[in-house]
């Protein structure tokens, strides 16, 4: 595509510089000298918006027109970060905004640090959705995106002298620019109540008297796809919300005195459950799934119905993929809608049910595998339970004939057993495709967690590794790289990064390795400015200390950023920084590397051991900082409230990724494909998507692998062969660290003493009938201390260091979603790309044209 003009451009400033000043004066009766940094940013996004418009509708159109099947993704988490930069970007109007910034007076930077992102989500699993989006926009494959519209997000972090405070997270104090309430497209989800047989229709399908009523209300975002010319799509990111129905509001309850009750339905979508564990037996949030399923499934039904005469071509058109097992009760709920209201013969409406539905599984963990007590879930969705009772039964029925005389298999796989339902049996089954995150994961699925369901169904497991999208965590995120990297091989890897491969041709050269140091310390003072700022520790009653790191850009940043959780082993890196320290006192005038060691993360709240971990590292930091010999050579900082906006500033500096998880744990891991993409070296263990970041980067390029393999893992835990005590008493170096959790060395005082013993005690001792050191820290200690040696004299040789960066870099073309999406499209989907009619595009933007004649394009 031609370059615009610079006509073009002033034009276009022009433009929109008016319709900034028309929102400011008819929106907030401001003109612009007087505007705050709010009505400012506001008023700048609802102009942007306009043209957003354009491509939404005409990408809804077209799809609508060409009547495409279309995949409708359920997730119950979502972190899509900050739109308007990613906006601007994907709009390409960076030199237009450029230009309306000068003319109004305004800077980018504020701009765009104004908006506050939504922490719909957890960790990996709600930013992978997120990525999803932006990869089907891009793709411009036909999508719908469903979510909650939780009033509150992931919990504000604090940290308060090493203790991790939970702050409710206030995300619509000011208004939204970019979600759109759709009053018409609400619909009324139905719970609880008394099921009675109905007529005409299967068994199991029953009628609901007297149930609980509850409207959703979808609010609607943009996700706007990248194209190098205008033609992007716009998927819709459709999330539910129950708070502005004011019938949810149980007026009779109110009027027998059971407020608590009355107000339930109303706030079912207030909080969003901050725990990436086992949450078992919370009602509220068994609604929230439910309100999830059942309120899109309406909407899907609603979507196809406006071009279908009848629900024969269903199992065509539709394409629903669940987000781990949060939306599966949508296997039930589908199986009801089709045999209640559509009048299909069960057996049918299975084959549907089972052709449209994916599942994505994320954990290893057995134990974090949703289950939900029988009596809950039947007195919360008595028909659905109904159904599932039946599915089970054929089920059961089934494996009865094909394994006779095997209950203990039938039990094992039933969806019903033990008083619970099993909400991954129930995905398995009600699926075509299951998939895990990545080879090695679905690998382990096939072999442990799931091996009797992939025994009866082997073509039904397919592995599908994750990505990231390149384009906000590269191109968006660091854009000096960006442009370092576009010099050199053009920008086409924009749209489609396995031509990043082509980066390699310049790993060797001299004067690239030099310019990507220099990006590279560019990133790490731009995060040193914000560590020293905003990002200062707090002292006891939560007032921010003065900063406290000695060292500068030359110091090699190691960086773990991540949910703490104990598998992740945070705890295994704060073990070797006390070990640094002890060495440093030790031996204060040998000639070492400095670093400047960097965590973020929350813990759940509930988590005390994760939270133990976090006090653990403030101990250490405190200590180190504040040591006038060591902190010439070690700085430790824990970044409070880690979030995407967060982990753009963060990811971009790093010299080092830890991905240190017990190998086996983690189920893929998508942080360790940003740093590799934004150059840092990854300190890793033989897990999750690593091992296939290590094939594809190769191993001459991929220096620092460490740690016992999983099949060593889960040959100690079967045999219950590993000593935890005996490593500890056989290395010294490692005695005196684990010694230092246990005698006061750390701790300022008694709670703190109190709190780091029980880590000594949770690697040395066995508790409540578990093992000593669950996640083999004492294990893989001596391998990460000597890769953490090597990572030292490596750094020492800055060229040498930055032509593996540069290899590490081009070797991600794999790690886009955007390969990812195309496999979830050609494995389990069988979708394809629907590109933007032109004629309607064009039509759209002339009504455009037409109702405002000042635009130019
Ligand atoms: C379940 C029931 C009740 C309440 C909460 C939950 C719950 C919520 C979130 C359970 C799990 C999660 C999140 C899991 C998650 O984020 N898993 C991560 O998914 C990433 C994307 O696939 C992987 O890269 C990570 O390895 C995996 O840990």
């Given at each position: ?202 068994e199991e399908v029953y009628d609901l008297v007297d149930p609980e009523e509850v409207w959703a209300m979808p609010y609607d975002i943009p996700i706007l796809g990248y194209s190098p010319t205008n033609d992007f ?574 290899h590490n870099i081009a070797g991600m073309g794999k790690f886009s979603t955007d390969r990812a999406i195309s496999e979830y499209s050609n494995k389990i989907w069988d979708l394809t790309s629907a590109p933007l ?21």
């Amino acid at each position: 595509m031609n370059e615009p003009t610079q006509d073009i451009l002033e034009a276009e400033s022009d433009v929109l510089v008016r319709k900034i000043k028309h929102y400011l004066i008819t929106i907030f009766g401001r003109v612009l000298e007087e505007a705050d940094a709010d009505e400012y940013y506001l008023a700048f996004c609802y102009a942007m918006r306009e043209k957003i418009m354009i491509n939404w509708q005409a990408t809804a159109e077209t799809w609508l027109t060409r009547d495409v099947r279309t995949v409708y993704y359920l997730s119950m988490e979502y972190l899509p970060g900050r739109f308007l930069n990613n906006n601007i970007m994907n709009l390409k109007n960076q030199e237009v905004v450029g230009r309306v910034l000068k003319k109004t007076g305004r800077a980018l930077h504020d701009l765009v640090s104004h908006e506050y992102e939504p922490n719909l989500g957890n960790g990996g699993l709600g930013r992978l959705a997120s990525c999803f989006m932006d990869s089907l926009a891009t793709l411009k494959m036909p999508a719908r995106g469903y979510g909650l519209r939780y009033q509150y997000g992931l919990f504000e972090q604090q940290i308060w002298d090493g203790v991790q405070i939970e702050k409710p997270d206030l995300w619509l104090r000011t208004e939204n620019p970019w979600e759109f309430r759709r009053d018409l497209r609400k619909l009324m989800v139905k719970l609880c109540g008394t099921p009675i047989r109905s007529p005409n229709v299967p068994e199991e399908v029953y009628d609901l008297v007297d149930p609980e009523e509850v409207w959703a209300m979808p609010y609607d975002i943009p996700i706007l796809g990248y194209s190098p010319t205008n033609d992007f799509a716009v998927v819709t990111l459709r999330l539910w919300s129950t708070k502005e129905s004011p019938r949810n509001f149980q007026l009779q309850r109110y009027n027998a005195g059971r407020l608590d009750q009355a107000a339930e339905n109303t706030t079912l979508t207030d909080v969003l459950y901050p725990s990436d564990v086992h949450e078992t037996g919370r009602r509220i949030r068994l609604k929230q799934e439910f309100l999830l399923a059942s309120a899109s499934l309406q909407d899907i039904f609603r979507y196809y119905f406006s071009r279908n005469k009848d629900i024969s071509a269903f199992g065509d058109k539709v394409r629903i993929q669940i987000n781990d097992t949060h939306p599966a009760v949508l296997i039930a709920e589908l199986m009801r809608m089709l045999t209640k209201h559509f009048n299909v013969a069960w057996k049918q409406a299975w084959e549907i049910t089972q052709n449209c539905t994916g599942y994505t599984n994320h954990t290893l963990m057995t134990e974090a595998l949703e289950a939900w007590d029988q009596n809950l879930f039947r007195y919360l969705l008595p028909r659905q339970y109904k159904i599932i009772e039946r599915i089970n039964l054929d089920f059961c029925t089934m494996l009865r004939t094909k394994y006779p005389n095997d209950e203990d298999r039938v039990r094992r796989m039933s969806v019903l057993e033990n008083g619970q339902v099993r909400m991954a049996n129930l995905s398995i089954i009600g699926s075509h495709k299951v998939n895990g995150v990545a080879e090695l994961h679905t690998e382990i699925l096939k072999a442990r967690a799931f091996r009797e369901f992939y025994e009866l169904y082997p073509d039904r497991f397919v592995n599908i590794t994750n990505g990231v999208t390149h384009r906000r965590w590269l191109r968006n995120a660091n854009p000096d790289l960006a442009s370092f990297i576009s010099k050199r091989i053009g920008t086409g890897w924009i749209q489609d990064f396995s031509q990043i491969s082509r980066l390699a041709e310049f790993a060797a050269d001299e004067e690239s390795q030099k310019q990507f140091l220099e990006v590279k310390r560019a990133c790490k003072s731009h995060l040193l400015d914000f560590l020293n700022d905003e990002g200062r520790p707090r002292d006891a009653v939560g007032k921010q200390l003065p900063a406290n790191l000695k060292l500068d850009t030359s110091a090699l940043f190691d960086i773990q950023v991540k949910r703490v959780h104990e598998y992740k082993r945070q705890l295994l890196k704060a073990l070797h920084l006390i070990v640094r320290y002890q060495e440093i006192l030790e031996n204060p005038f040998v000639a070492r590397a400095k670093r400047l060691v960097i965590f973020s993360g929350k813990a759940a709240a509930s988590y005390e051991m994760a939270k133990t971990i976090i006090r653990l590292i403030s101990c250490i930091d405190k200590k180190v900082n504040n040591d006038p010999v060591a902190n010439q050579l070690l700085n430790v900082a824990y970044v409070e409230n880690y979030f995407v906006s967060r982990a753009e500033i963060i990811i971009p500096a790093a010299d080092v990724s830890e991905q240190i998880s017990t190998a086996g744990m983690e189920a893929s891991g998508t942080g360790n494909m940003k740093f590799s993409m934004n150059g840092a070296l990854t300190v890793g263990t033989e897990d999750g998507a690593n091992v296939e970041m290590r094939q594809a980067i190769t191993d001459a390029w991929w220096p620092f692998r460490f740690g016992a393999s999983s099949e060593e893992i889960t040959d100690m835990r079967t045999k219950n062969s590993y000593r935890a005590w005996d490593l500890y008493t056989g290395n010294s170096r490692l005695k005196r660290a684990v010694d230092a959790l246990r005698y006061r060395t750390l701790a300022t005082h008694d709670i703190e003493h109190q709190s780091l013993s029980a880590l000594y005690y949770s690697l040395l001792e066995s508790s409540w009938g578990s093992q000593p050191d669950r996640y083999f820290v004492l294990k893989d200690f001596d391998s990460y201390y000597t890769v953490q040696k090597r990572v030292e004299a490596l750094y020492q040789m800055p060229l040498k260091w930055a032509e593996y960066a540069i290899h590490n870099i081009a070797g991600m073309g794999k790690f886009s979603t955007d390969r990812a999406i195309s496999e979830y499209s050609n494995k389990i989907w069988d979708l394809t790309s629907a590109p933007l009619d032109p004629e309607i595009l064009e039509r759209v933007r002339a009504a455009y044209r037409e109702s405002d004649p000042t635009v130019v394009q």
